[in-house]
């Protein structure tokens, strides 16, 4: 049997994978379209992903994880819905 932080670590790269697969689906024709606006556009949600460890070490998150939690949510949702609606309906990145 695997030690708990293996199967941590094994289920997190599990779950990073399928993120990027998600996100590349959205992202991938917004980038063969207009390369420079949907790297713009993305990267708030880059930073944001990229902050969650740094802020996993804050005393916010250690009394309110669930509201942390809802304001990163927030933003990636919002990003991956704009890249949605640029990917299907062929509408502006805004």
Known sequence: MFPLPTLT???????????????????GDCMKDNWKTATY???PMVVIVAAMYPLSFTPTYESERAMIYFLLNGVISNVTLHLMLTNMCKIPFF
């Open 9 to 27: 670590l094994i289920i997190s790269f599990l779950l990073v994978y399928r993120l990027v697969l998600f996100i590349n689906d959205n992202l």
């Open 41 to 43: 556009n993305f990267f």
